[in-house]
């Protein structure tokens, strides 16, 4: 099956969501989700079945990469991640229910739920193009949908204040880097007459080009994928953000659209790293982005008592580790190297995928019987649900990057990088951000199993739905099958 | 037309420092459909007609209405009796400042680009409307960014009925 048509399918079924939500009468909207959920499924199957064309003549194909495992691993990961976070959803309704404005007197006591399964599905999209994306066009388009449908997503909440202040600051945020982005578009547009970034790459190799203008381009480009995926000093709208936004949002966010942004990333860096008058200096920039976002995810998340606030910082921290893989870029004419940043970055975020789905699955799991997000009201969780709990442990150790799970190999794969291109400075920061996630990560560990549960809360047991069950047994399988054979992951990859 | 660039481009950043300045709103979008005045002049010495057509019509016609609509209905007077502290005031300016002397510096290293751009309407010869060329790019070559696009519209459409109706059905 061509490649082309997953996307379409994807937007198929959002459409079919929107269509089924307006014509026909549901008992229950939450079984609009299952659509998605199959649907998605389906397109995750279909991923392994895809051919590539032999030609690639004609105008779709100067926007959207042929022959791209790379893509395609990125595309699995936003439909993994669309699929676990309607899975989130399902159980996070009643609390959206409560927070959206009330339903017209004789409407569907459901009104409004709908949408809220429809639009993750475009969002799904929107990433499924940014994978594929070689153009400069093709990539704003596709981030735009993306960026628009989160800004919807976020303030979603409207009745919650916190969930409306989260969507004002991401609107304004995310317009501005969108503008410096557009900005650094146009200067390199001028510098290379080309928008096709294989012939943006050609251009840049030229020995004639000033490397002044290119680098302010690279510079304003920088500033707007800085914003997308995190990293210090562009991250200040990370930690609000997160925690105002539906908590399945949040998991979307940190997810979705961190693995899209990288991949973009990778994308529009590859022109600049591959030229040899702006390697060094890219390099450094790099370097300088990479040092401050491991220290300022790491350090600020050590004294977070609000989980989603913690995982919040230690989102920014992991976009320092990926920021590290990307500057330990080897030159062109450098010596041989055996891992590439591509493999190294894909794998960590295949890992990450799974790792930090898991704990917001278990944290909107938890929302409805435990009332807060604070880190003390999971004290003493082992009495009362230990699934739930070791669910929590086993997402906490591999974020911490405790051997035998998958974020043990993301970060080895990191060092192991950083260690063949001589980058000592940044394994020295690499080490000191590692060595702080244990503490805070286990810090929740710890008080799950060793405090006893607050005084004023019940023992009752927790329950689960079948459906959250699976997800929950299948991220575990799969974090410590990654733990102990990578190749579950870099087989993938291909 | 060098002094016409100069001139409307002087319209152009003053409007804009307008936009910032201005403490009643209304000014403020006063002064943002100035700064447009002055870009779809520049736009028309590129060339660029229809693009310059559109920044009037739907920039400062169908956009900036709706925002004076908007600021109507809402309190005005509350932004202007907000005193601005002078340490927003310095450092926003400085970063301001700060970006466009990094942008001169950039400007003044010499040779900015080997690219060379044709007008649109000289590729195809002349004869032709830049309307009619523009159309025929954006459903040919360009035509799945614009199936993007589509998908972006049905989002933001989807979201605005979402966020503002009062009671949903």
């Not at chain 2, 005193?83 to 990094?102: C, E, K, N, Q, T």
Request: glycine fraction near 8%; charge should be neutral; hydrophobic fraction near 55%.
């Amino acid at each position: 099956m061509p490649v082309y048509y997953l996307e379409i399918i994807v937007v198929a079924l959002g459409l079919v969501v929107l269509m089924v939500d307006a014509f026909v009468k549901l008992e229950d909207k939450r079984s609009l989700a299952w659509i998605g959920i199959l649907g998605l499924a389906v397109v995750f199957a279909l991923l392994f079945k895809v051919e590539w064309p032999a030609s690639t003549e004609g105008a779709f194909w100067r926007f959207y990469s042929s022959g791209d495992s790379l893509a395609l691993f990125f595309k699995g990961i936003a439909v993994l991640t669309t699929l676990i976070v309607l899975v989130m959803a399902i159980d996070y309704s009643p609390i959206i229910l409560k927070q959206i404005a009330n339903p017209e007197p004789g409407a569907h006591p459901q009104a409004g739920l709908g949408e809220c399964f429809a639009l993750p599905l475009f969002a799904c999209a929107g990433l499924m193009w940014m994978a594929s994306a070689n153009n400069l066009v093709s990539i704003f388009v596709s981030l735009e949908t993306v960026t628009i449908a989160f800004y919807i997503m976020v303030a979603y909440l409207r009745r919650n204040v916190g969930s409306l202040e989260a969507g004002v600051k991401y609107l304004i945020l995310g317009a501005l880097s969108t503008g410096f982005l557009v900005y650094g578009f146009a200067w390199l547009f001028g510098i290379t007459g080309s928008m096709q970034l294989s012939e943006i790459a050609t251009a840049l190799a030229n020995p004639e080009l000033n490397p002044t203008v290119a680098l302010f381009a690279f510079a304003l480009i920088l500033v707007g994928l800085a914003f997308k995926i995190g990293a210090t000093p562009f991250h200040l709208w990370i930690p609000d953000v997160y925690q105002g936004a539906p908590t399945p949002i949040t998991a979307f966010l940190s997810v979705g659209s961190k693995a899209a942004g990288f991949i973009i990333t990778l994308r529009l860096l590859a022109p600049f790293l591959g030229s040899p008058a702006l390697f060094e200096k890219v390099v450094l920039i790099l370097t300088v982005l990479a040092v401050l976002t491991l220290l300022v995810g790491n350090l600020a998340a050590l004294p977070q008592k609000n989980f989603k606030r913690l995982l919040a910082y230690s989102s920014i921290a992991h976009a320092g580790f990926l920021v590290m893989a990307l500057a330990c870029s080897p030159h062109e004419t450098g010596g041989e190297i055996t891992l590439s940043p591509d493999t190294v970055i894909a794998f960590y975020l295949g890992a990450y995928l799974l790792m930090t789905l898991l704990a917001f699955l278990v944290m909107t799991t938890l929302r409805t019987t435990i009332p807060g997000e604070e880190r003390d009201s999971y004290r003493g969780l082992a009495k009362r649900s230990p699934f739930l709990a070791f669910a929590l442990l086993i997402s906490m150790a591999s974020l911490a990057g405790v051997p035998l799970t998958a974020g043990f190999f993301g970060k080895f794969f990191v060092f192991a990088l950083a260690v063949e291109s001589q980058q000592w400075t940044l394994l020295v920061f690499g080490l000191i951000g590692a060595a702080a996630g244990f503490y805070y990560y286990l810090k929740i560990a710890v008080s799950m199993y060793l405090s006893d549960p607050p005084q004023d809360s019940d023992a009752a047991p927790i329950s689960i739905t079948p459906l959250t069950r699976i997800t929950l047994l299948a991220l575990i399988v799969l974090i410590l099958l990654a733990g102990v054979h990578p190749g579950v992951i870099l087989g993938l990859i291909g | 037309m060098t002094f016409l660039f100069y001139l409307f481009s002087a319209l152009a950043l003053f409007g804009g420092i307008g936009v910032v300045v201005n403490r009643n709103p209304v000014s403020s979008a006063i002064s943002m459909i100035l700064s447009f005045l002055g870009l779809a002049a520049l736009f028309i010495q590129l060339d660029a007609f229809l693009v310059g057509i559109l920044q009037i019509l739907v920039y400062a016609g169908a956009i900036m209405v709706l925002f004076l609509f908007i600021i109507m209905l809402l309190d005005v007077r509350e932004e202007q009796r907000r005193r601005r502290s002078i340490v927003h005031f310095i450092g926003a300016s400085g970063v301001a400042i700060a970006f466009v002397a990094l942008v001169i510096t950039v400007l003044s290293r010499g040779d900015i680009g080997k690219a060379n751009f044709t007008a649109l309407t000289e590729s195809k010869g002349p004869g032709t409307s830049d309307v009619h060329q523009i159309g025929e790019l954006l459903f040919s070559t360009y035509w799945f960014p614009v199936q993007i696009v589509a998908v972006l519209l049905l989002v933001a459409t989807v979201g605005v009925v979402v966020l503002s109706k009062k009671e949903l059905k």
